[in-house]
């Protein structure tokens, strides 16, 4: 069996943002959708590796400062888009740790989002580690994301198998030495869970 088990977080455990979240994004910010999402995307890895406050994320999302009101219930629809979570995958993450399976979880996500996560998601108690983006100063595809997990494990690389369900994650993740698992399922992990390194 392979040893220990690195997640990522949106995409595999949590679902990627949802069409309806999207849409109530785009009405609290009351700007046309393609400049928001451009500009959205543009800044969201300096907010995710914690060079950005969610204050001035959304100055430079909007091109303009929102007064605080207006501020509030962008993060708060940012975080409304991106909270469901897939229970089988949650269902999966206890079975791994009830039968001591080491695993940890690498996940590019803002500080107010990480917050709400670690408020409403108990099962995160069962990580060694949650290497957060906006905490660690590095976001995926950054090697130095992967080089962190290496260092903060201190296991032989070889042996931890990263899931992500980003191509270019995996890519960069495995150019550091450890193995990938490009997500597409849960049977198809449970898989690669079971297979030899």
């Known amino acids: 069996m392979t040893g220990t088990v690195l997640f990522d977080l949106f995409g595999v455990i949590a679902r990627q943002q949802s069409e309806e979240g999207k849409d109530r994004l785009v009405k609290t910010a009351g700007v046309p959708a393609p400049a928001f999402w451009g500009a959205y995307w543009a800044y969201r890895p300096r907010y995710d590796s914690g060079q950005l406050t969610g204050a001035t994320y959304w100055e430079h999302v909007l091109g303009t400062l929102p007064d605080a009101t ?23 993450i206890s079975e791994l740790a009830a039968s001591g399976r080491r695993i940890a979880l690498l996940s590019n996500i803002p500080e107010e989002l990480a917050v709400h996560y670690e408020a409403h998601h108990p099962w995160l108690k069962h990580f060694e580690f949650r290497a957060f983006s906006c905490r660690i100063g590095h976001a995926k595809p950054d090697p130095d994301a992967y080089l962190w997990c290496r260092k903060a494990l201190g296991e032989d690389p070889a042996r931890v198998l990263f899931v992500d ?20 399922g849960i049977a198809p992990l449970r898989e690669a869970l079971s297979a030899a390194p």
Do not use: C, K, P, Q
Request: proline share 0%; charged share 30%; hydrophobic share 50%.
């Open 70 to 92: 207006r501020t509030a219930a962008l993060i708060e629809a940012d975080i409304a888009s991106w909270s469901a979570v897939d229970d089988e995958m949650v269902d999966l």
């Open 165 to 184: 369900d980003r191509r270019e994650n995996i890519v960069a993740a495995e150019a550091t030495g450890l193995r990938g698992h490009l997500f597409t």
